[in-house]
């Protein structure tokens, strides 16, 4: 078993008995023969390396300079993202959102922290507290600030609050500067969170 | 129900505090709870809308002092004595202390790729139509169950618009307390800043919500 190092500082003790909670419930559900705990190593391992934003980002790269690709994963998301391989848990019903010129989409859970998986992997904890819940669907500008983030006053804030099973990845606009790059070059310019709403592309000449 | 997990709106929570190259998971046991949440779906003792309720169904003060994974936890602990699987006094003792109850599988290492891919779609066959199409005014019911529902209190009773009609999908409010999935039509609701937020809301802000019919009435 490997040694995990508990780095929180807030709730130390609280940690530790988190720590000895776990494991005991672990233990138990062993021992009864409810789980079996190479695939709890796997399902880490699953979330840790492999699902993460990386393939929301090729999402995004192939919409940039596919335009076949971009209207179809704006008419059946589910689908031209699964194309590429993404799909299933937190993931089965996917829409893509189209940031324009004129319009700035933005994805919440004000509920809980539904968020698409399949394409972007675990949230983040600011996505999942309080702060970013309450705040987004009220005075999104301001959560936007709090990212170092600021659109012109008639932008228009679209806000998606997730309270059904659709899990949603916004699709930001390309950057200019970055003309006849190749897809995978380009998916390094897309972070996690321009495919949030609560940020924009890298700016081409920072990645050279 | 009316608890501290419906966020949208409360005022006091300060600052969102992104984190540069936040990890996965910030302890170790955190991964553990995650996991393990993930692996007990397999024995099909409760669905997602239970798990959801078992999460926000505890004291405000409480849900708000709480990690997100310590309330993670407290779920699984609450679903797996609530079904039998798990007693107080084996926590307490930290192992197994009475023979299993049967399940009808389990969540093997090589099955979790597949299960992964599958995952849960929610949308159910039908030969019903929806009563509203995209354009139509609605407003949103002003609903208090005491028990899971999806419908957040800062849309109720407010006015908005269709703008999609999703499909015809699993209701939660139904399948969180067992009664079935009980498919309805879903649709994505549009709703406008100021008719939210009132006259100081921000004029250039739309919100939308899913909203399954039997929380929409026309406007």
């Keep these: ?208 | 129900m009316n608890g501290a997990q419906d966020m949208g709106g409360v005022h006091g929570f300060g600052p969102v505090e992104p984190e540069p190259n936040e990890p996965v998971f910030h302890a170790g046991w955190e991964k553990r709870a995650f996991a393990l949440t993930l692996a007990m779906a397999m024995p099909g003792q409760w669905n997602i809308d239970m798990s959801r309720f078992a999460r926000e169904n505890r004291d405000p003060g409480e849900y708000l002092s709480m990690s997100y994974y310590q309330i993670w936890f407290a779920a699984l602990e609450t679903m797996l004595k609530e079904r039998d699987l798990v007693s107080d006094d084996e926590t307490v003792a930290g192992h197994a202390l009475r023979e299993p109850k049967p399940v009808a599988r389990i969540l093997s290492p090589g099955a979790v790729a597949q299960v992964l891919y599958r995952g849960g779609p929610t949308e159910r066959e039908t030969n019903t139509t929806p009563a509203f199409k995209p354009g139509d005014h609605v407003r949103a019911k002003n609903i208090n169950p005491r028990t899971h529902t999806r419908l957040p209190r800062y849309v109720r009773g407010h006015a908005g618009t269709i703008e999609r009609v999703i499909g015809f999908h699993v209701f939660p409010d139904s399948n969180a307390q067992g009664a079935g999935e009980n498919p309805q039509w879903l649709y994505t609701v549009c709703f406008d800043g100021r008719e939210l937020w009132g006259a100081d809301g921000d004029p250039t802000l739309t919100v939308s919500v899913d909203a399954w019919e039997p929380y929409l009435v026309p406007a």
Excluded at chain 1, 84 to 113: I, Q
Excluded at chain 1, 123 to 144: E, G, H, I, N, Q
Aim: glycine share 8%; hydrophobic share 40%.
């Design chain 1, 1 to 208: 078993m490997t040694h995990d190092h508990d780095h929180h500082h807030d709730h130390g003790s609280e940690l530790s008995e988190m720590q000895l909670r776990t494991r005991a419930l672990e233990t138990i559900l062993l021992e009864k023969g409810y789980i079996e705990p190479a695939a709890i190593d796997v399902l880490i391992e699953t979330y840790e390396k492999k699902i993460g934003p990386r393939n929301g980002a090729q999402v995004v790269a192939k919409a940039w300079v596919d335009p076949q690709f971009r209207q179809w994963l704006f008419e059946d998301g589910t689908a031209a993202i699964g194309s590429l391989g993404f799909g299933g848990r937190s993931g089965n019903h996917l829409v893509a959102l189209e940031n324009t010129p004129s319009v700035h989409n933005m994805v919440v859970c004000t509920l809980c922290s539904c968020y698409p998986w399949a394409v972007l992997g675990l949230p983040p904890l600011w996505y999942k507290s309080a702060p970013y819940r309450s705040r987004t669907v009220a005075d999104p500008r301001s959560v936007l600030a709090d990212f170092g983030v600021s659109l012109p006053k008639d932008t228009e804030i679209r806000v998606w609050d997730s309270t059904a099973e659709l899990r949603y990845l916004v699709v930001p606009l390309r950057p200019a500067g970055a003309e006849g790059w190749s897809e995978e070059k380009l998916a390094e310019l897309v972070t996690r969170d321009s495919m949030i709403g609560t940020g924009l592309p890298k700016n081409p000449e920072d990645l050279a």
